[in-house]
């Protein structure tokens, strides 16, 4: 049996600039951190022949062109059409439709698992290259490459994301004592809602395609927060990464319609005004978790808990996707 697990992420600048609607003509640019909440995959040998899968649904298939599961089915048809015998189990330390780049983790991580079944090794750029190829080219998806990388890197890590399709990762050099900062005052809540990114996804990468000022425009200074937040993280300045994600959350917002709602509005502003200096919501938006950089953590959590939010603790992963037992 071959277990492998791949990292959740959290975006701390420059979402959204790392679709190829906008980097194929502008370069992206974002900053993310791989945390130790993971998307687990097992791959075995079952005792009898044909597909044996166990996600949120189960399937027994005996053939790869019958998996419903898109990821798993192009991956494996990718891999070896013809596959006979094979049972795939996944387990989450969170759900998806969070915003906390899942798709992405579970890619890497069944990849990860599969190279190890065969007893092959996979570099990690390899690794995010070819999850990357899995959901955008095979399947289309309208999605970025940020998931994809950080789950297969891991750590604090800068992503540039050029013309040409190739994609330049750096560690981010933050202070030790700046991680510490992050690891107490980077709070999460869960809002209660979960949704798809595609729809919200869809709608930027249209409009990129279209060549649409309005969202262009935004994307533009959205890449420019990204390398302000790089630098204020760097310098050990959490507090201005605080007050560059409140900037970054209101043109985030300005993106689509159903990136924010009401209810979210009220629990953003609710932070504010109880220990937060800044957040947004993590991911795509519509739902998921909100992410602030408290000044007075247990103000906020009060403030929080009162309205029924749960939170999510979390310290940074620097080992990427990897096989934790072969």
């Not at 759900?95 to 007893?119: E, V």
């Not at 959590?301 to 934790?324: H, I, N, P, W």
Request: hydrophobic content about 35%.
């Amino acid at each position: 049996m071959i277990i492998a697990r791949s990292p959740l992420r959290v975006s701390l600048g420059g979402g959204g600039t790392d679709l190829p609607s906008y980097y194929e003509e502008h370069e992206g640019f974002l900053v993310a951190a791989a945390i130790d909440k993971y998307i687990y995959v097992t791959v075995n040998r079952p005792f009898k022949e044909g597909i044996y899968l166990k996600y949120s649904k189960y399937e027994q298939v005996e053939k790869t062109a019958d998996i419903v599961h898109p990821i798993i089915r192009e991956v494996l048809a990718m891999q070896d059409p013809g596959i006979p015998r094979i049972e795939i189990t996944t387990l989450a330390d969170v759900p998806a439709g969070t915003g906390l780049g899942s798709s992405g983790s579970f890619t890497t991580a069944l990849l990860k698992g599969l190279y190890a079944y065969r007893k092959k090794h996979i570099h990690q750029e390899d690794l995010a290259r070819l999850a990357c190829h899995v959901e955008i080219e095979r399947l289309g998806e309208p999605i970025g490459k940020q998931d994809q990388y950080i789950a297969a890197f891991g750590g604090l890590s800068c992503f540039t994301f050029r013309k040409d399709g190739a994609v330049s990762v750096e560690p981010l050099r933050i202070p030790a004592d700046s991680i510490s900062d992050l690891e107490d005052n980077l709070l999460l809540f869960f809002t209660g809602y979960s949704r798809s990114a595609g729809g919200i996804l869809k709608d930027q990468d249209d409009r990129s395609h279209r060549r649409d000022d309005e969202m262009l425009n935004n994307l533009h200074f959205v890449k420019e927060l990204g390398y302000r937040s790089k630098a204020a993280l760097e310098a050990g300045n959490c507090a201005s990464f605080g007050e560059i994600m409140a900037e970054h959350w209101e043109h985030k917002k300005r993106r689509s319609g159903g990136m924010s709602n009401p209810q979210i509005d009220e629990l953003y502003e609710l932070g504010m005004r109880n220990g937060a200096v800044g957040g947004k919501l993590v991911g795509a938006g519509g739902g998921g978790f909100l992410m602030f950089y408290a000044s007075d953590r247990d103000e906020l959590r009060r403030a929080m808990r009162g309205r029924g939010l749960e939170e999510l603790r979390f310290s940074f992963d620097y080992e990427g996707a990897k096989v934790v037992l072969s």
